[in-house]
């Protein structure tokens, strides 16, 4: 094919941008498996015998052929009688589609890139578009009167075409490798140029470029422009959350030991920030270790994608969807409660691994998954944002945490905070607090997307098509559980039931959370009071977990109860954190840092209630 030797095609510079755009497409992985799936169907052809099979014909398959049959442009034939559907017919459609599509898709368009003069092109796509009608025609003079030799006529061009194929996968993998070492030549001599001298920004510079057109990153103190590689980024678009941010916590906590030993790719480092000020420290071997250590027991690959959490994902969401169908068609207090549990459950233990990036390896499946909170009327970008980066990052410090920002001056959680007269009663009304959390989390969606973290610096993009979607996403919310049932029943039982609904969801969601962070066992820190700056070591120390040999719990906090191991390793699925916990509580003792779990849930949430009793009537813990 043309492709394996782009680097001969004569371009003119006219065409350049139209050829790079041919050959994005051509270099995507979607395109590479519609030709993978190609030489599986030129496969079956090969090896089906070519005789009369007939399968029963379902009624949606007759809808579905009889749309197909007319919206097809080319002549076409029967595949399906009154009550059969023939499958050497259905095999020939699938040899005639194949060939046509690669034609249409992949032929066609290079001929308008390519520098030959118009009379060329003229008889080029004459030729090609007479193929493309005159195969067709020819299937259906075989279906009619083929020959005896005609048969393996077809199959050695079966096999000819799969050999066309697989030219064509092996062209694309070309070509994306050319596209890359491109880009590494490009980012090399912008390194080259950078070298002679190093340039500084300051955030307020740095903050400007959070888009996928200009994506810039801090990593330390170095600033990576990022831009060509995000196609390429094994997490996806999940640096897009970090865009214009600093993301050092992240590059530490997500890749493989092997990496964050060395520095991130410096052909795409394009200087450093100005004034830039570290909190933490990441060249201590302790975490680097443990991480080691944990590779080396449960390999990478094995991190995600397990059977129990798949289960469980599908349990959820067929509950919480069967309830939402129940509260909407009754609005009782049992469905409201039951709407409300299960829109809980699918959050903590499939939206929160999706967003985590450790529901599946597949990364299209993780990104569905984070997409869960979407269906249960919230927003998975501002969970990535204020949660990965705005929490994990920097847990339980003051000036960064945003759960300090989120809470005050309603609850105060860190001793340094201002006190005021109420927040002596605390620890009475944070259960009504608690009440609505759900209705902040719904009903902030549009001003966290606004949010500049305290980095300082604005964390991630948003597009206005995730705008457009979340004003959707309220809409159907407001509409399904509120509106339709005030009509349908009355205001007075839709509100009542709306808020049980919500407050049910606020209670199962936000006191796993609470007792993770906020209890006298878990440390809190500040920018004048890190007497321990190890990142590593920090997660532990400000962590607690609970009940961590209790089925029940892990399984309905969606592991939340192994809060420690969980946030040093964020991308490993919940139902696999407790085989890592014997290594972290033994390097954690041998580095002497403090590893709390309390026996059972009602001791950490006892921890908890009196944790906001002093804060609530002392300046001081």
């Known amino acids: 094919m043309g492709d394996l030797k782009i680097s001969t095609l004569n371009l003119t510079k006219r065409y350049s941008n139209s050829f790079q755009l041919l050959l994005m497409v051509h270099s995507h992985r979607v395109f590479r498996g519609f030709f993978i799936m190609l030489l599986l169907f030129h496969m079956i052809l090969l090896l089906v015998p070519w005789i009369e099979i007939k399968i029963p014909a379902w009624p949606i398959l007759k809808i579905i052929f009889a749309i197909g049959a007319s919206l097809w442009p080319f002549p076409t034939f029967d595949m399906l009688s009154e009550e059969n559907l023939y499958l050497r017919q259905v095999l020939m459609k699938t040899l005639e589609i194949s060939v046509i599509m690669l034609y249409a898709i992949d032929l066609l368009p290079k001929i308008f890139i390519w520098r030959q003069n118009v009379l060329w092109k003229f008889v080029n796509i004459v030729i090609l578009s007479q193929m493309m009608f005159l195969l067709p025609v020819s299937i259906i003079a075989y279906d009619k009167i083929a020959l005896p030799t005609d048969t393996m006529k077809l199959r050695i061009f079966s096999i000819s075409f799969c050999f066309v194929i697989v030219c064509e996968i092996l062209s694309i993998r070309e070509q994306k490798s050319l596209r890359f070492l491109k880009i590494n030549q490009r980012q090399q001599e912008k390194q080259r140029q950078i070298k002679q001298k190093i340039q500084e920004f300051s955030w307020c510079e740095i903050v400007k470029h959070d888009s996928p057109n200009d994506c810039w990153i801090v990593i330390k103190d170095k600033i990576y422009d990022v831009t060509q590689f995000l196609q390429y980024h094994p997490g996806g678009n999940m640096i897009l959350d970090g865009a214009g941010g600093d993301c050092t916590a992240l590059w530490y906590s997500y890749h493989p030991s092997k990496l964050i030993k060395q520095d991130p790719p410096q052909q795409y480092m394009i200087g450093k920030v100005r004034d830039y000020q570290q909190y933490y420290s990441y060249d201590d071997d302790f975490y680097q270790n443990i991480k080691e250590e944990v590779e080396q027991m449960i390999p990478r690959n094995n991190w995600q994608n397990h059977w129990i959490l798949f289960v469980k994902g599908f349990l959820c969401i067929i509950g919480y969807l069967a309830c939402l169908y129940y509260y909407v068609n009754n609005c009782t207090l049992l469905s409201a409660i039951l709407l409300g549990f299960f829109a809980a459950q699918a959050d903590v233990n499939i939206m929160h691994d999706g967003n985590h990036y450790a529901f599946s390896s597949n990364k299209t499946l993780s990104f569905l998954a984070g997409y869960v909170l979407d269906l249960t009327f919230s927003t998975s970008v501002v969970y990535r944002r204020s949660h990965n980066f705005g929490h994990h990052s920097c847990v339980n410090h003051l ?80 509409s399904l559980t509120l509106i339709y049932p005030s009509i349908k029943f009355s205001y007075k039982v839709a509100f009542g039931m709306w808020f049980v609904y919500n407050a049910v969801h606020s209670y199962n969601y936000a006191l796993y959370f609470s007792v993770n962070h906020w209890t006298l066992e878990a440390g809190v820190v500040d920018n004048q009071n890190i007497n321990q700056t190890n990142w590593g070591k920090l997660q532990i120390q400000n962590s607690s977990n609970f009940a961590l040999d209790s089925f029940i719990w892990t399984h309905l906090s969606g592991g939340l109860n192994y809060q420690i191991e969980h946030h040093l390793f964020p991308q490993f699925a919940h139902t696999r954190l407790k085989e890592i916990k014997s290594t972290i509580q033994v390097k954690a003792q041998q580095a002497k840092i403090k590893y709390f779990e309390f026996p059972s849930f009602l001791d950490a949430l006892i921890s908890h209630y009196k944790l906001l009793k002093i804060l609530g009537s002392q300046d001081k813990i």
């Open 399 to 478: 000036e960064l945490d945003r759960a300090f920002d989120t809470t005050f001056p309603y609850i105060r959680l860190h001793p340094l905070q201002q006190r005021f007269w109420y927040h002596k009663y605390q620890h009475l009304y944070i259960w009504i607090i608690y009440t609505f959390v759900n209705f902040t989390d719904v009903f902030g969606t549009f001003d966290e997307m606004q949010w500049f973290s305290n980095y300082p610096c604005r964390r991630g993009y948003v597009s206005k098509l995730q705008v457009f979607l979340q004003i959707i996403v309220k809409i159907l919310w407001i």
